[in-house]
């Protein structure tokens, strides 16, 4: 069984702070990692996609990959009100699972 | 900035019946995908497309499901003799490659009754 785990909150943190996303896999044989926002009633929208150890930053977001300890995280610098969502965690191995999100309060 | 494109955006069916959702994926975009994804549940991986056959399906995409690319810009999921349990959002979804990124459409809320 090809499980992802995320916590499922609420985490909320104030405006302008770090959110730090976590998500475990059980498939070893996992590929590709991503982060995708979802928005109550939408689809998931990309925010970061991660291949290989370590970390990757793009404007606000740095995923960090630990494919020794099967853990995908995503920190939110500076967060905005506006980054209040689900944030799902997608692992791919020809078949993408997803967890089943963390939800995302940013506070004003 | 190209989109994946879903049709329709809403479907009501009886139980019994047949549906067929409609997904246009991105042009340049080789692999297509549907997920599907129950109120208040995690999104779920159905099958994965790719060169005009079937390259992965879960456990859920059962006999009762079927997909096609019947031309050279729509891909189609049908689910025959739907059930109340298929009541879900459908999500397309395409990628330029295998493993690499993918980008949903904005989805089709099923209602089976």
């Known amino acids: 069984q090809k499980e992802v785990e995320q916590n499922s909150g609420p985490l909320s943190v104030p405006e302008g702070a770090i959110a730090s996303l976590n998500c475990t896999y059980s498939?070893?044989?996992?590929?590709?990692f991503f982060w995708y926002r979802q928005y109550s009633g939408k689809s998931p929208e990309l925010i970061m996609s991660i291949y290989s150890n370590g970390d990757k930053e793009d404007g606000r977001f740095t995923a960090q990959l630990n494919k020794a300890s099967q853990y995908v995280s995503l920190l939110i610098r500076d967060s905005q009100p506006s980054d209040s969502a689900t944030y799902l965690c997608a692992v791919d191995n020809n078949d993408m699972r997803f967890g089943a999100g963390t939800r995302l309060t940013v506070k004003p | 900035e190209p989109e994946v494109t879903q049709t329709p955006s809403h479907q009501v069916t009886q139980m019994g019946q047949e549906v067929i959702l409609r997904c246009v994926p991105i042009?340049?975009?080789?692999?297509f995908y549907w997920y599907r994804q129950i109120l208040g549940q995690k999104v779920e991986f159905l099958v994965s497309f790719y060169n005009n056959e079937i390259s992965e399906k879960s456990e859920i995409f059962d006999d009762q499901f079927s997909v096609e690319r019947p031309d050279g810009s729509n891909f189609t999921l049908k689910i025959r003799s739907t059930k109340l349990e298929d009541s879900a959002m459908y999500f397309c979804?395409?990628?330029?490659?295998?493993?690499?990124?993918?980008?949903f459409g904005p989805g089709t809320r099923l209602l089976v009754l």
């Open positions: 498939d070893r044989g996992s590929q590709s």
């Open positions: 979804a395409s990628s330029e490659a295998g493993l690499s990124a993918q980008y």
């Open positions: 042009s340049n975009h080789l692999y």
